[in-house]
T-cell receptor, first 110, second 114 residues
Framework: GQNIDQPTEMTATEGAIVQINCTYQ??????LFWYQQHAGEAPTFLSYNVLDGLEEKGRFSSFLSRSKGYSYLLLKELQMKDSASYLCAVGGNAGNMLTFGGGTRLMVKP | DTAVSQTPKYLVTQMGNDKSIKCEQN?????MYWYKQDSKKFLKIMFSYNNKELIINETVPNRFSPKSPDKAHLNLHINSLELGDSAVYFC?????????????FGEGSWLTVV
C-alpha cells in the first residue's frame, strides 16, 4: 500500500523561506511530484524528483531521499500569492498512478 | 487555450439522479484520468485510460462508468447519485501511462448531491 504524510497547515511571513516536508511509504516508487493547488482551482505541477538530491526551479526547490522515504519542498522569498495547498504525490508501480498526500495548506502573512 | 477542460464546473442534483461530466484534452496525450477530491482534500485516483482502453480502475462503485470515445475525451457517468458522491471531480491527462509523466489537471467539477 501507499502512505504519504505531510503537515496539515503551515504559516510563514512574506519574504521568508518555508520548507514543507513529506514522508512516504510505498510498495513501489516511480518518482515524487509536488503540486500547488489554490483554493477552488486545479492542482498545478511544480516539481518532479526521481533521483536523490535537490532540484531547483526559481524560487522553488524540491529534495528527495529515497532511502529515507522523504522529500521536501522549499519556497524562498515568499509572496502572498504562494498561499495555497501543496500536495506531495508518489508514483507507484501501476502505470502512472499517483497517490497524493492530504496536502499542506500554507498561509503567507504580511 | 485550455489544455484539459471539463464541464460542467458546478452541478447540484438530487439523490437518485444520473449525471455526466465531460472531459476533453487538447494536449495530444495518450492517457487520461479521473480523480476525486473529497471534503478533506485528499485526491484519489478513480480511473485511468490509455488510448481509449481502461488501465486502472480503483475501488469505485460500479455506479461510476467512464467512457472514452477517443483518446482526447474521457467522460464520467454516475448513476443513482448518493450524498457521499458530493466532491470535486478532476479530469487529468499525461503524455502516456508510464511512470514519471507529469499529470495535467482540468479545472474540476464541483458536484453537490442534495
Amino acid at each position: 500500500g501507499q502512505n504519504i504524510d505531510q503537515p496539515t497547515e503551515m504559516t510563514a511571513t512574506e519574504g521568508a523561506i518555508v520548507q514543507i516536508n513529506c514522508t512516504y511509504q510505498t510498495s513501489g516508487f516511480n518518482g515524487l511530484f509536488w503540486y500547488q493547488q489554490h483554493a477552488g482551482e486545479a492542482p498545478t505541477f511544480l516539481s518532479y524528483n526521481v533521483l536523490d538530491g535537490l532540484e531547483e526551479k526559481g524560487r522553488f526547490s524540491s529534495f528527495l531521499s529515497r532511502s529515507k522515504g522523504y522529500s521536501y519542498l522549499l519556497l524562498k522569498e515568499l509572496q502572498m500569492k504562494d498561499s495555497a495547498s501543496y500536495l506531495c504525490a508518489v508514483g507507484g508501480n501501476a502505470g502512472n498512478m499517483l497517490t497524493f498526500g492530504g496536502g499542506t495548506r500554507l498561509m503567507v502573512k504580511p | 487555450d485550455t489544455a484539459v477542460s471539463q464541464t460542467p464546473k458546478y452541478l447540484v442534483t438530487q439523490m437518485g439522479n444520473d449525471k455526466s461530466i465531460k472531459c476533453e484534452q487538447n494536449l495530444g496525450h495518450d492517457t487520461m484520468y479521473w480523480y476525486k477530491q473529497d471534503s478533506k482534500k485528499f485526491l484519489k485516483i478513480m480511473f485511468s485510460y490509455n488510448n481509449k482502453e481502461l488501465i486502472i480502475n480503483e475501488t469505485v462503485p460500479n455506479r461510476f462508468s467512464p467512457k472514452s470515445p477517443d483518446k482526447a475525451h474521457l467522460n464520467l457517468h454516475i448513476n443513482s447519485l448518493e450524498l457521499g458522491d458530493s466532491a470535486v471531480y478532476f479530469c487529468a491527462s499525461s503524455q502516456d501511462g508510464t511512470g514519471g509523466n507529469t499529470i495535467y489537471f482540468g479545472e474540476g467539477s464541483w458536484l453537490t448531491v442534495v
